[in-house]
């Protein structure tokens, strides 16, 4: 296994890797993914498990299937990930940085004052960045 | 899919124990299954009637949908390595020649791509190899035979961990290009658990699991944190073994967990942390301190 962990099904890490990639753009609309064999060889699992996690994203929509040719990132299917990576933040990421502060004590205001000094470090020297 | 091995009913008795006991499985044809168990749990046997070595006491073997034993069509369409596989007294590339003309799909481009893979002289005499280069040349013989149905024994002795992984990777290589029925015990469960769809775990001569890999991660957790907390999240759950120290708690709960009791955990301060395939093995096959395997029940598919 070349970095998927133990616990979520091999199926599912599959899945999400491939997922992400499309999201940061790694993978574009119209590109041909992995093929169920290529995926095996290189997370070293059975390619069984390798077309289910492929088959968890055609069935989204995701990728789409050219007969004879493989499986390639369909339209759309960049906006419909980072809209879902949306809805998950404030369960992924907001909801543990505030159960965090409140098991240290770090009040509102205090927290607010270290997303904007973080955010500033972050985005002020990266050209293009967003400011926040 | 049509099973390429079936077992009903096996029964293997010898004169003062009992290796095997109404043992029953299916194995689909073309799917790379494992076969685990501690040592002794009645895998060796269990291997050597399915390839027609050994007759059952009583019971029902298929593979290829007809009995192996004396069977040549079965047999020539079947490879078994054994652990410390025997040779007779000859060299690397007399094995080699002999299991070609014995292996009708057998594949002499492979064979020599597994042979300098693992570093193996075809000039050299079998009986001065080390016992890993022993098992090199079994493993070698096993994936280039190509046969319909490959049974690897425990294939490894003597290998060392880069050995193994070459072995891992050339088996899911040829695998991929030419799809068959593989049947791989070992003992070394997480390093090989992604290689398999599905797995048999016998234990004592029973079958105590028989799931699909891929479904069995996740199926138990360990949840560590707070006493407190711990006992909150695990009450009503179905739970395994529990340790405690301090005012820390472990607890092994059965189950996948979903969503809300995710989140649950992490509101809770919790840590979760999925049994390895190593550490359920531990558990289904009765290992001392090991629960009742019924909890498993509701987890084979």
Not at chain 1, 89 to 106: D, K, Q, S
Not at chain 2, 84 to 113: C, I, M, T
Not at chain 2, 208 to 218: H, M, N, Q
Request: with cysteine; charged share 25%.
């Amino acid at each position: 296994m070349a970095g998927l962990d133990e616990g979520a099904p091999l199926f599912a890490q599959v899945a999400d890797r491939l997922a992400a990639e499309i999201a940061d753009g790694g993978l574009a609309e119209g590109d041909r993914v992995p093929s169920t064999n290529e995926l095996a060889a290189y997370y070293r699992i059975n390619p069984a498990t390798a077309a289910k996690g492929i088959n968890l994203l055609a069935d989204d929509g995701l990728l789409e299937k050219r007969r004879g040719i493989g499986m390639f990132v369909a339209d759309g299917a960049r906006r419909q990930l980072l809209a879902r990576r949306r809805e998950q933040f404030v369960e992924r990421y907001v909801r543990p940085l505030l159960t965090e502060a409140a098991m240290l004590g770090i009040d509102r205001g205090e927290l607010a004052a270290l997303i904007e000094q973080s955010g500033h470090e972050q985005f002020s020297d990266s050209p293009g960045g967003v400011a926040v | 899919m049509r099973p390429a091995i079936s077992v009903t009913g096996l029964t293997r008795r010898y004169r003062d124990h009992v290796a095997l006991e109404e043992v029953s499985a299916q194995i689909e044809e073309g799917s790379i299954c494992g076969l685990l168990g501690r040592n002794g749990a009645g895998k060796t046997t269990l291997l050597r009637i399915l390839a027609g070595q050994e007759f059952p006491s009583s019971g029902v073997v298929r593979v290829l949908g007809a009995p192996p034993a004396e069977n040549e069509d079965v047999l020539r369409r079947m490879v078994f390595i054994r652990e410390d596989q025997a040779y007779p007294d000859f060299k690397v590339g007399h094995a080699l020649r002999a299991a070609s003309w014995f292996y009708p799909n057998w594949d002499g481009e492979l064979a020599g791509q597994l042979m300098a893979d693992f570093g193996l002289r075809p000039n050299k005499a079998i009986k001065r190899l080390s016992r890993g280069m022993r098992s090199a040349l079994g493993i070698a013989i096993g994936i280039a035979a190509r046969a319909d149905v490959t049974l690897f024994d425990e294939p490894y002795a003597g290998l060392d961990a880069v050995a193994r992984q070459i072995f891992y990777d050339r088996l899911l290589a040829d695998y991929a290009e030419r799809p068959r029925t593989i049947l791989l015990s070992t003992h070394l469960i997480d390093e090989a658990a992604a290689l398999f769809e599905r797995v048999v775990v016998i234990d004592r001569g029973r079958v105590v699991l028989d799931a699909a890999a891929d479904g069995l991660r996740g199926v138990a957790t360990t949840v560590s944190g707070p006493v407190l907390a711990v006992d909150d999240f695990t009450t009503g759950r179905p739970v395994w073994n529990r340790r405690r120290l301090g005012s820390q708690a472990s607890v092994v709960t059965v189950g996948q967990l979903d969503e809300a009791a995710r989140a649950k955990a992490r509101a809770l301060g919790l840590d979760l942390v999925p049994l390895t395939l190593q550490q359920l093995v531990v558990h289904a096959a009765g290992w001392p301190g090991a629960p009742e395997t019924a909890n498993l029940e509701g987890v084979s598919a």
